[in-house]
């Protein structure tokens, strides 16, 4: 059974910082491009932040842009998002992503999400 299991989150007050994990396990982490979603009370989940299969290639929401960094550790098969600046609007419940095309079929895993509340 494929899995991404998410952690790091919590509470935080604005203007601080968390850094999420995402750990994978029985699937070629290395053959994925890795993405994060957020989605907060009654809004549509959103993509936040990409990284392609090696790493070299990344892609933020402009909300996040400058704030959060997108990483991966392919020996570690884990990926992580360092916020920073964390705004009341950042609170959501964040899911890690794994994608890729198989044989020309697109191929998702999700994690099971993990919440970040931003408040004083």
């Known amino acids: 059974q494929v899995q991404l299991v998410e952690s790091g989150g919590g509470l935080v007050q604005p203007g601080g910082s968390l850094r999420l994990s995402c750990a994978a396990s029985?699937?070629?982490?290395?053959?994925?491009?890795m993405n994060w979603y957020r989605q907060a009370p009654g809004k549509e989940r959103e993509l936040v932040a990409a990284?392609?299969?090696?790493?070299?290639?990344?892609n933020y929401a402009d909300s996040v842009k400058g704030r959060f960094a997108i990483s991966r550790d392919n020996a570690k098969n884990t990926v992580y998002l360092q916020m920073n600046s964390l705004k009341p609007e950042d609170t959501a419940v964040y899911y890690c992503?794994?994608?890729?095309?198989?044989?020309?079929?697109?191929?998702?895993?999700w994690g099971q999400g993990t919440q970040v509340t931003v408040s004083s």
């Open positions: 990284i392609s299969n090696t790493g070299d290639s990344t």
């Open positions: 992503n794994g994608r890729r095309l198989l044989g020309g079929v697109p191929v998702s895993y």
């Open positions: 029985r699937f070629t982490f290395s053959n994925y491009a």
